[in-house]
Structures are given as C-alpha cells and as structure tokens.
C-alpha cells in the first residue's frame, strides 16, 4: 500500500450524492501500478442506475448552488485550492502509483490542477453581464450570464487530477452542478479530489464521482434530459460518438480532442534553447499529452546540429519507476499503449526512417519504451499521420518557410504547435498562418489557467482556462425592459 500522510484519501468506493458507496453490481474496477503492475485498489463498478441517481442528486443540489452569491462560491473553492496544495504529497503519490509519471512531475500536476481551482474562485465573483444602448428611450436592453445547469465530465487517464480539477472549478463558480467519470485506468485521484470537496462543505449532490461500466453511465451522461452541458477530454474519435449521443438533446459540449502537434526550428532560431523545448514538449508525462510535439519540422541550414543535441539530450533521459530519485520518463500507462508506440516505430523504420535513439521496450518492464528519435522521417508515415501519444520524436527536414506551412497545417486536427525563430517578421506571418488553437513561439510549455486552452478543426471546440473557460458554463440571457417612459 502506499504510505499516505493521510491515508483516507485513498477511497474504494463511488462518490455519489455527497455519499461514499458501494454497489451491488457483480464488475469491479481493478486499478494496477503501470511500473510494476502491483494492484493498487478494486473498486464498486457502477452502471446506468448510479449515473441517473448522480444527476438526480445534482439536479436538485444545482437549484440552491445557483443562488449562493459568488463570493460564497469563491469562498469554497478557495479552501479546496488550499486543501489539494496541503495534501500535494500524497495526491501526487497517488497519481504517480496508477498513471505512472515521475513524482516531480505529478507533484507539479496537482500544482497546476489546483491553479484552475484559484483562478475560477477569483473568477465566479467577475460573471458580468451588459448594459446594451437601446434603439429607443422607453427601453433598456440587458445581457445577464446564468448558468447552464447540471453538467457531466469525462476526463481522460493521462492527468487525472488537472484536467477534472480544470472542469470542476468554472463548472463550481459558475453556479453550476457536476457529475463527473473519470477513466477507469485512473480513478482514484479523482476519488481522492473528490474526499477533498467532501471536506470543504460543498452541498451535498454538488460534485459526484463515479466509475465503471463506461458505456453506460457515458451513454446516461449524454442522453439524460437534465444533463444541459457535457465537457470531454480525449481522443477525437470518442468525441465524435459522445456528439452525436449529445444532439438528440441539443447538449452544451466542450469537447477538447486529439493533437498532432508540429514543432517547427527556423534556421534563424536559438537551437539551444529549442532543444530544451523540444525535450520538455515530447517527453512530458512520457509524451502522453494532447499537446506535446509529434512531427519535428528543422529548417536545412540548421538541421545537423539540432539533431545532433536533441539526440544527446535523449540519450541523457533517464527513465524508470515514477517514485524513484533521478527519473524523467515513467512507463506508459499499459502494455497496450506500449506495443501501439511500438507498433508506429517498427512501421516507420521498416519504411526507411533512420533510429538515433531508443526505438526498444525497456527491460524495466511491458509498459516502458525508451524514449525515440527517428530521422528521415516522411509525412506519409504513420508515425506522422497519427497522434503517437509515446515518447517518440519523429524528425522531418525542411528548405523554405511556404514549404513547412503546407505540411504542419495538413492534419485534420489543430490543437496546439509550436515553433521557434527570432526574426519579428516570420514570427507574426507563421503564428498567423498555423491552422491550430495554440501556438507556442519559442516555447513549449503554453498551458495556463489565465490562458484559453483547446483547439480548432477536429481538436474540438470550447476553451478551459482563463475568462472564457467560466463563459462555457453559462447561458446568456437578454432582457428587454419596456414601457419606461415617463
């Protein structure tokens, strides 16, 4: 077991209407250590009948939360931004043990999750409206944000605290109630938020938690007619299906998708400082993020030497078990994921890309792959094509700035790229130019809570963070007041 300072916020039950339960349905949820896959906890399996007594729960609970003054809800969203900084340790813990990350990087992960916390709290007290001129004396013309109702989130397995800690906190401030599935991979750090928000004094049936079988309380979460928003977070083809379950009642949705990230080093860039981006873009969280580097687009006249350090940089990663001292890469989050990754690089060499590192699984175990560099690299390949969600570096080179455009703008996706130069001019025309909802210039690491997060094409709609993340959990409303004449 793991040595938490606070070993209740380890929960092995569902959090359902302001109660810890189990369910009487015969499946349960086994959550296993990637790095070694020791079983970690097992856990109720809840179904359709669970996720329909959540938004029942939340449904009533979101009634009287619409009409707690914000600062009230700032208030306690404050104290939950408190309690996940003092619990950072055994949250991280936590997460490191069934997802598989190095400490550090899932200490600065509960950081990050409870950033979004803090930003919302100051945030649910600035929900402003409008005062609109009227086209006439005897009327005014008012806009008013109301919020949108119960909401449901389905969040993915790769930051199981951050990305549920960024749909609950604007959800919360807004006025708005949650039900929230995380994967079943991962559910015990949003169990352990879950405790936390037991702990501040949210309303009971505010905030569920609930996991299982994830067809059905999906299909319940999209379909029931007083869920009125869904946020998702994951690949594009789930979101797609998780869309058309929303339109046969007309959902909200934010939906954030898949990426296919390019990376783009100019002949006029710092190629230093570009390959410590590179490193920290692909290699983060063993490059199973959304928005880390896929495709490595370097410029002819500086192509050599970028290779040349990038490869050394790789072969200085260390990667082993997430609680040990010194490791940069974790495993993957299962020997699935493994063999896909694997699966992309044997494709690739096997189609005349080049391995200047890595390439293997590691004898540390199933899940773990060494992190890769493949040169001539083309963008027909797979490896290219597809989002490869591992620690793979596919490197492509380029002569002229038309030329690049062309091939990172040719995805069907548009979530974040990045890119590097120091020539004024290129930077605006190829920030301009990029077909994708963020852009990195020259630098890697763009995520913030007072920045709008998410993409563009198939990379979804909707944004998390910043002051128009609380936009995606309101409603407008315009009133138009007649008759005051005197």
Not at 442 to 467: L, T, V
Request: a negative charge.
């Amino acid at each position: 077991m793991l040595n938490l300072a606070a070993p209740e916020l380890l929960r092995t039950q569902l959090f359902l209407a302001g109660e810890w339960i189990s369910t009487a349905h015969s499946g349960r949820v086994v959550v296993t250590n990637p790095a070694n896959n020791e079983r970690l906890a097992e856990l109720p399996y809840g179904g359709r009948e669970e996720a329909k007594l959540a938004i029942e729960a939340a449904y009533q609970a979101q009634k009287q939360w619409a009409n707690v003054p914000a600062k009230q809800r700032a208030a306690l969203l404050m104290r939950l931004h408190a309690a996940m900084l003092a619990h950072q340790d055994d949250l991280a813990m936590i997460l490191t043990a069934e997802q598989g990350k190095p400490l550090a990087e899932a200490k600065g992960e509960i950081a990050y999750g409870a950033s979004y916390v803090e930003w919302f709290a100051e945030e649910a007290k600035r929900l402003y409206g409008d005062v609109i001129p009227s086209l006439s004396n005897d009327s005014r013309i008012i806009v008013m944000k109301q919020p949108v109702g119960v909401v449901s989130a389905i969040t993915p397995w790769n930051f199981p605290n951050a990305m549920l800690a960024r749909k609950i906190a604007p959800a919360l401030a807004a006025g708005c109630a949650i039900v929230c599935k995380p994967a079943n991979a991962t559910p015990l750090s949003a169990l352990a938020l879950a405790t936390l928000i037991d702990r501040c004094g949210f309303p009971k049936g505010l905030v569920s938690v609930l996991v299982g079988n994830t067809q059905e309380i999906g299909h319940e979460l999209t379909t029931h007619p007083w869920v009125r928003k869904v946020t998702f977070t994951g690949s594009t083809a789930v979101g797609k299906q998780l869309l058309a379950q929303c339109a046969g009642t007309v959902k909200r949705t934010s939906m954030e998708l898949g990426g296919n990230a390019p990376f783009i080093v100019f002949d006029d860039a710092d190629v230093d400082a570009a390959v410590r981006a590179a490193v920290a873009s692909k290699f983060r969280n063993a490059g199973q993020t959304c928005v880390c580097s896929d495709r490595f687009f370097i410029q002819a006249g500086v192509y050599e030497a970028f290779v040349a350090k990038f490869a050394d940089a790789i072969s200085r990663l260390t990667l082993g078990p997430g609680w040990e001292d010194g490791v940069d890469i974790g495993p993957l989050v299962n020997e699935t994921a493994a063999n896909s990754v694997l699966e992309l690089i044997e494709e690739a060499v096997a189609s005349g890309a080049n391995l200047l590192a890595g390439g293997k699984r590691s004898l540390l175990g199933d899940c773990f792959v060494e992190p890769t560099l493949l040169v001539n690299v083309t963008p027909g390949m797979r490896v290219c094509r597809e989002e490869s969600f591992g620690p793979v570096a596919a490197v492509m080179r380029f002569e002229t700035e038309q030329d690049v455009m062309a091939l990172a703008n040719n995805v069907e996706v548009g979530l974040a790229a990045y890119f590097f130069s120091e020539n004024i001019g290129r930077v605006w025309r190829v920030a301009e130019a990029l077909e994708f909802g963020m852009v990195g210039i020259n630098e890697a690491i763009i995520s913030n809570a007072a920045a709008p997060f998410g993409g563009i094409k198939q990379s979804g709609h909707g944004r998390e963070g910043s002051k128009y993340g609380l936009d995606d959990y309101t409603e407008v409303k315009y009133l138009c007041m007649g008759g005051l004449s005197s």
